[in-house]
Structure formats: structure tokens, C-alpha cells
């Protein structure tokens, strides 16, 4: 069974759309929990840690629910700039191990 | 200063070449990582250094050498490589402590063996 599991996508979606990605986590150990930006040919580029209480930065929202053991990411009023491949990770602290998702590709369409 | 650094950016190598990828980060942060990332994969963990001693080898060829000289500094040493190793090799650092451990990566040497 691998640590995250993650929907590949592709999400296809109109500018100005909502759109959200989740992704479920295996070890009950898990610490910390990240979503990760990736453009083409580019390193992952942090985008937002995931908090218990759930978080806001502007036009995106990350919530964390460890009964379930789920992250999800929501993305609102998408922009065209939106277009990457949002990668879910998860640390385990013990041998600072961080798991990742396979990444879910999104294209935002004019 | 979130900054993690990375030579050479691009690098072509043929089977019997040795060369060496380096990484650097001055946020003083005690783990640092190599990944390799094929094209539509995220990535793959390779080594794992926490306070300079190496706590993670995800069973890589030999071929593959870490070392870490320093705090600051990481080193992938390679030689004989195949061409199946052609790849983006991503370094990465984190705090390496408890709470919110978050890791940052440099932009990457992409690689090709030929």
C-alpha cells in the first residue's frame, strides 16, 4: 500500500473555476502534511503547509482531517497561471522522511 | 532566505565518466535530501542526511555516491552510470526537527547519460 495515495487527474478546468484535489495518507505517525507546486521541467516549489485547524492564502485552502486521514486542496477562481502538477506530501519525523503523492495535473483553460 | 542551489543546472556524461552534482543551502537546516525525478513521477528518495551522517540510503546502486563535507554542503559522486539514470536529480533541505518540517528544493541538475 503506498504512504499517499493521490488522484493523477488530468483536471481539465475553465479560468475562474473551483477546483479541488485530495489525497489520503496511510501512517497514522504522519506529522507534517504539505501541498507542492510543480510547474514543467521545474523543482516542486512549497505552496502551502496543511494545519490542523485548515488554512487560507488567498485563493487557496488546505484542510487536514487525521481521522480520516485526508488532505484536500481547493483552489478558487482559477487563473491560468494555476497550470502545474500540485504534489500532496507527508513527513514522518522519524528519519525525516517525507512521502509523496503522485501528483494531480492541472490545465487551466482561457 | 529559502534558497537551496545546485550545480551544474545540466550535465551530459557518458557511461564510463565520473562527475559530481552539488548542492548548498545556508538556512541552517540539519537534513538534506537527493531525489531523481523522471519525467511525469514525482520523486524518488535516494539519500537522506541528518546532521551530516547519512540516515537513509533507499537501496541505490553504488554507482551513486553521497557525501556531506559540511552542514551547509551535500555531494552526489558519479560513476558508470547507465543510461536509465538519465533524469532530474532534485537536492532538498528541511529543519530536521520536530513540528512543521518544511523542505525546500533546489532547481535541480537534469542529467543525461549517453
Known amino acids: 500500500r503506498k504512504e499517499v495515495e493521490q488522484d493523477p487527474g488530468p483536471f481539465n478546468v475553465p479560468e475562474g473555476a473551483t477546483v479541488a484535489f485530495n489525497c489520503t495518507y496511510s501512517?497514522?505517525?504522519?506529522?507534517?502534511f504539505f501541498w507542492y507546486r510543480q510547474d514543467c521541467r521545474k523543482e516542486p516549489k512549497l505552496l502551502m503547509s496543511?494545519?490542523?485547524s485548515g488554512n487560507e492564502d488567498g485563493r487557496f485552502t488546505a484542510q487536514l482531517n487525521r481521522a480520516s486521514q485526508y488532505i484536500s486542496l481547493l483552489i478558487r477562481d482559477s487563473k491560468l497561471s494555476d497550470s502545474a502538477t500540485y504534489l500532496c506530501?507527508?513527513?514522518?519525523?522519524?528519519?525525516?522522511?517525507?512521502?509523496f503523492g503522485t501528483g494531480t495535473s492541472l490545465t487551466v483553460i482561457p | 532566505d529559502t534558497e537551496v542551489t545546485q550545480t551544474p543546472k545540466h550535465l551530459v556524461m557518458g557511461m564510463t565518466n565520473k562527475k559530481s552534482l552539488k548542492c548548498e543551502q545556508h538556512?541552517?537546516?540539519?537534513?538534506m535530501y537527493w531525489y531523481k525525478q523522471k519525467a511525469k513521477k514525482p520523486p524518488e528518495l535516494m539519500f537522506v542526511?541528518?546532521?551530516?551522517?547519512?540516515?537513509i540510503n533507499e537501496s541505490v546502486p553504488s554507482r551513486f555516491s553521497p557525501e556531506c563535507p559540511n552542514s551547509s554542503l551535500l555531494n552526489l559522486h558519479l560513476h558508470a552510470l547507465q543510461p536509465e539514470d538519465s533524469a532530474l536529480y532534485l537536492c532538498?533541505?528541511?529543519?530536521?526537527?520536530?513540528?512543521?518540517?518544511?523542505?525546500?528544493f533546489g532547481p535541480g541538475t537534469r542529467l543525461t547519460v549517453t
Open positions: 532538498a533541505s528541511s529543519e530536521g526537527l520536530a513540528g512543521v518540517n518544511e523542505q525546500y
Open positions: 501512517n497514522s505517525a504522519s506529522q507534517s
Open positions: 496543511v494545519y490542523s
Open positions: 506530501v507527508v513527513n514522518i519525523i522519524t528519519g525525516n522522511q517525507f512521502y
Open positions: 538556512m541552517g537546516h540539519r537534513a
Open positions: 542526511y541528518s546532521y551530516e551522517k547519512l540516515s
